[in-house]
């Protein structure tokens, strides 16, 4: 560095994994009511309703819709909190997850 011959060791860099990304999607299926669907997406991924009743939509009109990108952790304990959710009121909705 710097011409002089002398050289500096460079530092090894520390490389800290980037998170991977997984989508969390939301199945289609005939029972669950819309409104359930509607308000699952507001209380586990915080969107308006007009956001979940377009989401909601969309599912029912194309069998799968993306209901927010999450790092493995965040993805894998929303899935956990739909699918508890939906068994509590016994609804057939399924949610998964996929990497991004
Ligand atoms: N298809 C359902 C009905 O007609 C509504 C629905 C929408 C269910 C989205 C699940 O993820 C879903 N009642």
Redesign the pocket.
């Known amino acids: 560095r710097g011409g002089t011959g002398v050289g500096l060791a460079t530092k090894p860099e520390t490389k800290t994994a980037k998170p991977g990304l997984y989508k969390v999607l ?9 409104e359930f ?1 509607v308000l699952t997406l507001q209380r586990f991924f915080k969107m308006s309703i007009e956001d979940a009743t377009r989401v ?2 969309h ?2 009109q194309r069998g799968v ?1 993306v209901c927010g990108i999450f790092t493995y952790e965040v993805a894998e304990t929303k899935v956990n909190q739909v699918i508890d959710f939906a068994r509590q009121h016994q609804h057939p ?1 399924q949610c998964t997850m996929e990497k991004e």
Do not use: Q
């Open positions: 939301m199945l289609n299926d005939d029972y669950t009511p819309m669907v909601m939509l599912v029912h819709g909705l």
